[in-house]
């Protein structure tokens, strides 16, 4: 009897375990609870604050995009504003017959420099400069020549003395005088005769420079 019952059930009653079985092993679970994780929040707080300082150096950079802006219109308005003032200064030249053109100007600097010059060499007084001279030249010392650079108001003198002695003491006096500065005894030598040549270079005060 108990064969029979078993050989009598159906096929279906045995796959009915199997398929609740696995349709069991197919479902998942998800946890939408709410949880407090103190990572998650930190990491939050951190992408937050991130956020915002992007926010705020965006709007840093456009304002500041702005202010360049404008300071670029109000640079460009002066630019144009001297341009014409430039343009006009050149109609009212061209009326007066005045050439303003860069040529001329460079000219003009070139005769500047040139009348500087001429004024330089009118007032200096060689005159005053021999007198000064003479008075530092002992008895026993002939100069043979004497150049002035007058840009740089440096004194080449050339001469012959009796001794080395006289040279020294020709060179003190230079340093002693009012008008003349660090004299330097480029050389010296004994010539013919027994007469020592020497070359000094001193700098020569001009008075009221």
């Given at each position: 009897?108990?064969v029979n019952?078993v050989g009598s059930r159906?096929?279906?009653q045995f796959?009915?375990?199997?398929?609740?079985?696995?349709?069991a092993?197919?479902q998942?679970?998800?946890?939408?609870?709410?949880r407090?994780?103190?990572?998650?929040?930190?990491?939050?707080?951190w992408?937050?604050?991130?956020?915002?300082?992007?926010?705020?150096?965006?709007a840093w950079?456009?304002?500041?995009?702005?202010?360049?802006?404008e300071?670029?219109r109000?640079?460009?308005?002066?630019?144009?504003?001297v341009?014409?003032?430039d343009h006009a200064?050149?109609?009212?030249?061209?009326?007066?017959?005045?050439?303003?053109?860069?040529g001329?100007?460079?000219?003009?600097?070139s005769e500047v420099?040139?009348?500087?010059?001429?004024i330089g060499?009118?007032i200096?007084s060689?005159?005053?400069?021999l007198?000064?001279l003479?008075r530092?030249v002992?008895?026993r010392i002939?100069?043979t020549s004497?150049?002035?650079?007058?840009?740089?108001?440096?004194?080449q003198?050339?001469?012959t003395a009796?001794?080395?002695?006289?040279?020294?003491a020709?060179?003190?006096?230079?340093q002693?005088?009012?008008t003349?500065k660090d004299?330097?005894?480029?050389?010296?030598?004994?010539g013919?005769?027994?007469?020592?040549?020497?070359?000094?270079?001193?700098?020569?005060r001009?008075t009221?420079?």
């Open positions: 009897m108990t019952r159906r096929p279906s796959l009915a375990p199997l398929r609740s079985r696995r349709c092993d197919l998942f679970e998800i946890n939408v609870s709410s407090y994780r103190a990572g998650v929040a930190s990491c939050r707080t992408l937050i604050g991130g956020c915002v300082g992007l926010i705020l150096g965006i950079n456009i304002w500041q995009g702005v202010v360049v802006y300071e670029s109000i640079i460009e308005a002066e630019l144009e504003r341009r014409q003032l200064l050149m109609a009212e030249a061209s009326k007066e017959g005045i050439d303003l053109s860069s001329a100007l460079k000219r003009l600097s420099d040139l009348a500087n010059q001429l060499k009118r200096f060689w005159s005053t400069f007198t000064e003479e530092t002992p008895p002939a100069l004497v150049r002035l650079d007058q840009p740089s108001k440096t004194v003198l050339t001469g009796v001794s080395l002695e006289d040279v020294t020709f060179t003190v006096g230079l002693n005088h009012a003349f004299p330097v005894l480029a050389q010296h030598r004994v013919a005769g027994g007469l020592v040549e020497f070359d000094v270079s001193v700098q020569y001009q009221g420079a």
